[in-house]
């Protein structure tokens, strides 16, 4: 069935029509129980109607962590979703801005932030979280932005947000204060927040290349929000540093702790009955969210040099440290350019593995496969010394980010006799003739 209407809560609707989502309707806690709940529900996404703590809000999660549901929020495929993206990055959408949003629907001008549910997820947080903060910023040349930021908890007009040396890191370094951050949104709009793409690229009109997101002024601050969103704060970035953390990231590790900035709350405005939003640290949706652009990204770099025809960044690589790309090899050293062109498009890639087009990469057996009976590491292994890895990866150095990368060429030589390579086939038979 198609969407046609582009808020989160008429997606929501439409999913509990198919009986898609899970209604918990028994009193539930912010203190563990939500993160636990969705973990266990795991990809299905989950509506708490009863939140001991703020009966105020009901609270969605899960919602991205099936890539079948996103693709269908964008009336869309999982097979297209991939080709939808990169044509809204490379032609974004128009804004379109409307007056009296449903997102003021309630204004709060002396805000309290013990009003909303911050969320403790594992048990050595240093403070309850909302982790499904978008921030959305103007900067006079590059226009807007919009990303994921967490929200630590710190007093009823304070968070602190862990800032990565990304776009707004460079909006803040500029003199950009002013943001926006907005809770409770449309796929659409979740997934162009968590797309990189080079700065001055709004992913407000990626936005709505996606879907037909409608958008209207902030209150105090002249600032562009979904029309939709179920609750915004608005707010100043201060030049006050506290330490941010210990939190769980997308690799189930705690994220180290960091000075990061504290962000001042100076009015807060929602829809009636407000559906809060969270995103299980380190679950299917973080994963979705943060990978499944990167893998886009890793998929267009690739394709420049070499037929590429899928790209996985793996679960067990915590959908962000790993990829297999598997390639229709032309040229000997397809592999090759694959990896390094990988490398190229995210950079806190650490192994990547090439695979040639018969190999399944959603099936882990099949790739160690390839490995297996394919590679002879001392000519198909790429190691690289001395590279900048991710922040998160405990096992590289956590000040430099220093870190060793490799890639693997599991891919048949050309010039061997590929028949050599392939499974033997079995003939198939049907299993009813003979169990009777
Ligand atoms: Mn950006």
């Given amino acids: ?59 969605v999660g899960n919602i991205c962590a099936d890539r079948n549901i996103v693709s269908r929020s964008l009336n869309t495929s999982a097979n297209s979703l991939r080709d939808k993206i990169i044509d809204a990055i490379e032609n974004p959408g128009e804004i379109n801005i409307i007056e009296n949003p449903p997102c003021q629907e309630i204004v709060i001008d002396e805000p309290d932030l013990r009003r909303l549910p911050f969320i403790w997820t594992g048990l050595n947080d240093k403070a309850p979280y909302i982790s499904a903060s978008i921030i959305i910023a103007y900067d006079r040349e590059y226009g807007y932005n919009a990303s994921f930021h967490r929200l630590m908890f710190l007093d009823k007009e304070r968070v602190a947000a862990r800032i990565v040396p990304r776009h707004l890191y460079k909006y803040i370094e500029r003199g950009v204060r002013d943001v926006a951050i907005t809770i409770g949104n449309h796929p659409a709009f979740m997934l162009a927040s968590a797309i990189t793409t080079e700065i001055g690229r709004s992913e407000l009109q990626i936005a709505s290349k996606l879907a037909p997101i409608k958008y209207a002024k902030t209150l105090t601050n002249n600032l562009l929000v979904p029309a939709d969103s179920e609750v915004v704060l608005e707010g100043r970035i201060t030049d006050e540093f506290v330490d941010e953390g210990p939190f769980i990231d997308i690799l189930g590790t705690y994220d180290a702790v960091r000075k990061e900035r504290i962000i001042e709350i100076t009015c807060i405005t929602m829809r009636r009955n407000p559906i809060f939003q969270y995103i299980l640290p380190s679950g299917l949706e973080h994963k979705n969210l943060m990978g499944y652009p990167r893998e886009v990204a890793i998929f267009k770099e690739v394709s420049k040099i070499c037929e590429c025809l899928d790209v996985r960044l793996t679960p067990g690589g915590a959908s962000w440290l790993n990829a297999v790309i598997k390639i229709k090899k032309k040229n000997e050293d397809d592999p090759r350019k ?22 399944d990469i959603d099936n882990p057996l099949e790739v160690e496969w390839a490995i297996a009976t394919r590679t002879q590491l001392d000519k198909d292994l790429i190691v690289k010394l001395g ?33 050599k390579f392939m499974k033997a086939k079995i003939p198939d038979v049907d299993l009813k003739q003979f169990l009777e």
């Fill in 1 to 59: 069935m198609q969407s046609d209407s582009f808020s989160l809560r008429s997606f929501l609707e439409e999913l509990d029509r198919e009986g898609v989502l899970v209604n918990i309707w028994k009193p539930v806690s912010c203190r563990f129980q939500i993160p636990a709940i969705l973990k266990k529900l795991e990809p299905r996404p989950v509506l708490f109607h009863n939140i001991v703590e703020h009966s105020e809000f009901r609270l």
């Fill in 338 to 359: 694959a990896i390094e062109a990988a490398f190229k498009a995210h950079e806190s890639l650490k192994y990547v593995i090439v695979v040639d087009e018969d190999v």
């Fill in 387 to 419: 590279e900048k890895g991710s922040s998160l990866d405990p096992s590289a150095d956590q000040i430099t980010r220093e870190t060793c990368k490799a890639g693997l060429d599991a891919t048949i030589p050309l010039n061997r006799d590929r028949s």
